[in-house]
């Protein structure tokens, strides 16, 4: 899977895109994120990607020659222009299905905006849809998009290794996590519920059951709600 990003600030995401999980993915060619920065594509003689917004206000609006000649760069040789996801506090937030659904696709064009915002000219010309990663006040949209590659990446096939639980996507199953022990089974004089040492696999599956779906019932009641919708129809 390729994510073309279009953004003025590329050197955040050579960074932060080569660790961890995602870089692995990067070096076994299975995930390709390429940064693109938009201000080399400025064809102002002080390579200006942004101007005072039309009708004033405070703050200043990208201007859409950069970004749209960048856009239309990347794809000249594309016979199927890919997806183009403009990373926006208007969007409609960022979840676990929405990630699922972006997996399945090939290749998706990340733009993230600066400033006050984009010129709502280039939304019209090459937005197919917008996407936030929740509600509150960014500088950019740079950090969403690498919100939206890491969870959208560990769901595309051979990224994540088999034996991680979150690998399939049945692990997410709607629920808050159960509650997390390890060694040493009693640190402070603070012990590991019993349950967790019994041995019995399949209690220990009912209690973790039983807890991620009280937590969930008691920090997340939205998440719960559709969980109890969804299980009402299976059962
Ligand atoms: C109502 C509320 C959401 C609080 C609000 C109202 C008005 C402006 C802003 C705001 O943050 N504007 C600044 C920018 N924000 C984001 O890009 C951004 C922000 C949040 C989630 C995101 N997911 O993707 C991109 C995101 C837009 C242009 C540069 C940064 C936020």
Known sequence: MKFDVLTLFPELFNIVMRESIIGRAQENGIIKVNAINI????KDKHKKVDDYPFGGG??????CQPVIDAYNDITKDMTVKPKVIYMSPQGRVLNQKIAKELSTEEHLILLCGHYEGIDERIIEEIV??????????LTGGELPAMVLIDCVSRL???VLASENSYSEESHFNGLLEYPQYTRPADYNGKKVPDILLS?????????????????????????????????????
Do not use: C
């Open 39 to 42: 201000r080399d594509y400025s």
């Open 128 to 137: 197919d849809e917008e996407i936030s990663i929740g509600d509150y006040v």
């Open 58 to 63: 405070t703050g200043m609006v990208m201007t």
């Open 156 to 158: 595309v096939q051979g």
């Open 199 to 235: 041995g019995h696999h399949a209690n220990i599956e009912k209690w973790r059951t039983q807890q991620s779906i009280e937590r969930t019932k008691q920090k997340r009641p939205d998440m719960y709600e559709v969980y109890e919708r969804t299980h009402k129809k299976n059962l």
